[in-house]
């Protein structure tokens, strides 16, 4: 067999096992699934006397910009405080380096997360954040049945 044959067929190989679109081409709505492989609710952190824990959130992705909303809650009730509800919200563009997606400011600057793939879903880290509690856990997202696949 001609050589030049068999360094076609071995690139080819290797070129038919990434995926062809990319992860920049990821598009879609995902859900949270898990934070550090625990399903919501999940604790974000705590102190002596209140928790601050995920109970969801949604992540959507289009082509070149994304939607992120988590939702938490800073519970204070096992010290006779009160309990608040909010939503992380965040939006922005993104931009594909090799296998990681880069969800950026509005800007297209500054990155907010990072996310590669797991599975048929995502997973994402802050890059950073004033929200202190995010940064240090993995969002796992998955994709929502039918809406916005293609």
Same mark, same amino acid.
């Not at 030049?4 to 920049?24: E, H, K, M, N, Y």
């Not at 928790?51 to 006779?80: H, K, M, P």
């Not at 950026?104 to 950073?128: E, K, Y």
């Given at each position: 067999m001609?050589r030049?044959?068999?360094?076609?067929?071995?690139? *080819? *190989?290797?070129?038919?096992?990434?995926?062809?679109?990319?992860?920049?081409d990821v598009? *879609?709505?995902?859900?949270?699934?898990?934070?550090?492989?625990?399903p919501?609710?999940?604790?974000?952190?705590?102190?002596?006397?209140?928790?601050?824990? @995920?109970? *969801?959130?949604?992540?959507?992705?289009?082509?070149?910009?994304?939607?992120?909303?988590?939702? %938490?809650i800073?519970?204070?009730?096992?010290?006779?405080?009160?309990?608040?509800?909010?939503?992380?919200?965040?939006?922005?563009?993104?931009?594909?380096?090799?296998? @990681?997606? =880069?969800?950026?400011?509005?800007?297209? %600057?500054?990155?907010?997360?990072r996310?590669?793939r #797991?599975g048929?879903g995502?997973?994402?880290? =802050? #890059?950073?954040?004033?929200?202190? =509690?995010?940064?240090?856990?993995?969002?796992? =997202?998955?994709?929502?049945?039918?809406?916005?696949?293609?």
């Amino acid at each position: 067999m001609d050589r030049r044959w068999l360094l076609t067929l071995l690139v *080819g *190989g290797l070129l038919a096992c990434g995926d062809p679109s990319g992860i920049g081409d990821v598009t *879609g709505t995902f859900n949270l699934t898990a934070v550090d492989a625990t399903p919501p609710p999940a604790i974000l952190g705590a102190d002596l006397s209140c928790d601050l824990i @995920t109970d *969801g959130g949604l992540l959507n992705l289009s082509r070149g910009s994304y939607d992120l909303a988590i939702s %938490v809650i800073q519970d204070c009730s096992r010290t006779g405080g009160g309990t608040t509800h909010a939503v992380y919200l965040q939006e922005g563009l993104t931009r594909a380096a090799g296998d @990681t997606l =880069f969800l950026t400011d509005s800007a297209g %600057v500054q990155p907010v997360l990072r996310a590669l793939r #797991a599975g048929n879903g995502l997973v994402l880290r =802050f #890059a950073d954040s004033t929200a202190a =509690f995010l940064g240090p856990h993995s969002y796992h =997202f998955t994709p929502q049945p039918l809406i916005g696949r293609h």
